[in-house]
């Protein structure tokens, strides 16, 4: 499946120009179908555009999608978006990125819940994909931009933003209770409530998610949350929306049999928690004053024991407890000053702390304050053109402030299709443990180092990338949509995490690396294992390929999505950058409606991609292709005047696999990864009231 860019490029101008687009063709059944098929989207320039206007890529995933595919879980739903690379190591851990350049803990795309984002400050930076308070049943839809936008949405919006958004109080049908049962240990049980009384409206929902993970693994995972949202119409310009939620649970981490048990199986307990109130004054169709402030909360419990040598003499209490708390105040305003221009701007203050002693030693509370500004402009210059315009100003802790800049012009040449061209560029802020990483292994009893894991580096810069885009959309009368993404990505100092030989006197940054005294233990444990620390990789970073996604309905009742991503990554010396990403990975999605029943199928073809531990010395693991089903099947019963639905659901049904290997068994031996995935079967019972 690996193509030349020149053989895909082509291909793919061979498919926009086999489609029926012309205006001609289409008479006013046809325009009205392929307007109810292109929705308004909001996230793009914060101004919301028909899809047509949009000045970039979206892939949108609605809610009767999200409902048919029978996920449990969010991540799984970004399989069906071009260009996205999804898979996991352990069945508690998430890995979502956007054309790869993801370690561990992919951290270069912007995920918001309502506008809140979800980043995690402490540990590596992303967001915790298991744990975030919200429900597959409350969401209306999820925007992905596929392709930078921190012009909008600042720093984190470095490869592409998600942007989830629950479904308001008044679209609701009613309340309902759902259990789910399968193999692997799923018990899945929620329920939501829905109430109204005249300009208010509220929303609970309860649930609690459970499963034993991969078989032979030590991965099982515990969650409950429990999630509210209120809405209330102050009168006819005036809403208040209040969101908040609370989100408690166990993982299960680690590996039995790593060396002085470093990584040992233990559990971490998670207690999460948010607030988010938003106003929005609308005293016109093209005006909108909005103001939203949160608080987001993280607590970690995360406990266990190395072994000292020799014989595992000693037992060193490890303690991985952090906690986090975000503040953030936006203002955002959009208006139009003419028929032909429409304009948002905003700012935004926000302040995170983290307290996490095992990963900044001695440090106590760190503390990170940003401060941004932004504006964008839409301008129509005539009914075939159309000029996106953008920039958004940030400073870190009183750091230079840095500029991002958009600019992208969209030619329509008539109601169904448009071509657009466009530039931006973006920072990512070294996030708090990129920069002071400082993880040590100390003996209780004399305070002597055992370990010293990761090294502080606070000399290392932003990353930027400087990205061009090409892109087209359109539908022809028949009903088939083409959108499709020729995108060339240029990174400079891209952070990537490296391992260090602290014993080296020439290492930069040395009086940040402890040296050990020879023939001591700290010696002995600390050639075995080794440490890291993050850095900027030299010379630049390029990401070159072409994306599409062709959606169209053969038959009555039947709608297939085939999606694409072909790409070409080449980093100056250094390999394992470029195995990080996968040189393609495609899907199909396929939903059937035939009377009563409704059948959904999704496959997902996967490049090969190094996922190996590069901190690790020596060690490196690719995963081979491979290609995954997954399928579900529904039908709506009644128990008296109860409807009620039923589903079954199968993932994984082509067998076993490898998705990820960051950190296998017995790594440093060697020996083959066995956190394969496996297929899960599981049935689904919903009563809606």
Not at 342 to 367: C, I, S, T, Y
Not at 371 to 393: D, K, Q, T, Y
Request: glycine share 8%; charged share 25%.
């Amino acid at each position: 499946m690996r193509c030349r860019p020149s053989r895909s490029r082509a291909a793919t101008f061979a498919l926009i120009a086999g489609l029926p687009i012309s205006s001609h063709a289409a008479h006013d059944g046809a325009e009205t179908l392929f307007l109810e098929s292109l929705p308004v989207v909001l996230s793009v320039s914060r101004l919301p555009s028909p899809m047509l206007d949009a000045s970039g890529a979206v892939t949108l995933i609605d809610e009767d999608t999200i409902r048919d595919t029978g996920y449990r879980e969010l991540d799984r739903l970004f399989r069906l978006v071009p260009g996205m690379m999804v898979g996991r190591e352990r069945g508690n851990s998430q890995w979502v990125t956007y054309h790869g350049l993801g370690p561990e803990f992919p951290n270069q795309m912007q995920v918001l819940i309502d506008g809140r984002s979800v980043y995690s400050p402490y540990f590596f930076g992303g967001p915790n994909w298991g744990a975030l308070s919200i429900q597959l049943e409350d969401i209306e839809r999820i925007e992905v931009i596929r392709g930078s936008d921190s012009a909008s949405y600042g720093s984190n919006a470095f490869l592409g933003v998600v942007n989830i958004l629950s479904r308001p109080v008044a679209n609701e049908a009613g309340s309902s209770v759902r259990t789910r049962l399968g193999n692997r240990g799923i018990r899945d049980l929620s329920a939501r409530a829905v109430a109204r009384e005249g300009p208010l409206g509220l929303r609970v929902s309860a649930a609690q998610r459970r499963d034993r993970g991969f078989p032979g693994m030590h991965d099982g995972a515990r969650l409950r949350t429990l999630d509210l949202r209120t809405d209330l119409r102050l009168d006819t310009d005036q809403e208040l929306t209040l969101f908040a939620g609370v989100s408690q649970g166990h993982d299960q981490l680690g590996y039995a049999g790593t060396p002085f048990n470093s990584s040992g199986e233990r559990v971490a307990r998670i207690e999460d928690d948010f607030v988010h109130l938003r106003w929005t004054y609308t005293p016109a169709p093209d005006q909108a004053l909005t103001v939203a402030l949160y608080r987001n909360r993280e607590q970690t419990r995360e406990r266990w024991s190395v072994h000292a040598p020799p014989l595992g003499l000693y037992d060193i209490p490890v303690n991985h407890d952090r906690r986090s708390r975000r503040d953030n105040v936006e203002i955002t305003h959009r208006f139009a000053p003419t028929d032909s221009v429409r304009v948002a701007w905003g700012a935004e203050w926000r302040q995170d702390r983290l307290n996490a002693p095992v990963l900044f030693h001695g440090r106590g509370m760190r503390k990170e304050q940003l401060g941004r500004m932004f504006g964008n402009l839409e301008w129509r210059l005539s009914p075939h053109w159309l000029v996106n315009s953008g920039v958004m100003a940030e400073r870190f802790n009183g750091s230079d402030t840095r500029l991002s800049p958009r600019l992208f012009a969209t030619w329509q040449p008539d109601r169904h299709q448009s071509w657009r061209i466009g530039y931006s560029r973006a920072h990512r802020q070294p996030s708090l443990f990129e920069q002071g990483a400082d993880v040590r292994i100390t003996m209780p009893d004399t305070g002597e180092l055992l370990h010293q894991r990761h090294l502080a580096n606070p000399s290392i810069r932003p990353q930027r990338i400087d990205a061009f885009e090409l892109g087209y959309l359109g539908k022809s009368s028949g009903g088939t949509t083409l959108d499709v993404r020729i995108f060339s990505e240029r990174i400079s100092d891209l952070i990537w995490r490296e391992h260090v030989d602290t014993f080296d006197p020439h290492l930069p940054g040395h009086e940040f690396a402890i040296r050990p005294e020879p023939g001591s233990i700290h010696e002995h444990v600390q050639r075995t294992l080794g440490a890291t620390r993050w850095r900027n990789l030299p010379g630049k970073v390029t990401l070159d390929g072409v994306e599409y996604q062709l959606t169209f309905k053969p038959w009555r009742g039947g709608e297939i999505r085939l999606h694409h991503a072909m790409l070409r990554a080449r980093a100056p010396r250094q390999g394992e950058v470029t195995r990080s990403v996968a040189p393609h990975v495609a899907g199909v999605h396929w939903r059937q409606k035939f009377g009563a029943w409704h059948s959904t199928a999704t496959m997902l073809r996967m490049g090969r991609i190094d996922a190996g531990s590069g901190h690790v010395p020596g060690y490196r693991y690719t995963v081979p292709a491979y290609t995954t089903l997954d399928w579900s099947l529904s039908r709506t019963l009644h128990a008296g005047a109860v409807p009620v639905d039923l589903r079954v659901t199968g993932l994984n049904l082509l067998g076993r696999h490898q998705e990820l290997a960051h950190r296998p068994l017995q790594q440093l031996a060697g020996d083959r990864p066995v956190n394969r995935v496996r297929p899960m079967v599981y049935v689904d019972l919903q009563a809606r009231f």
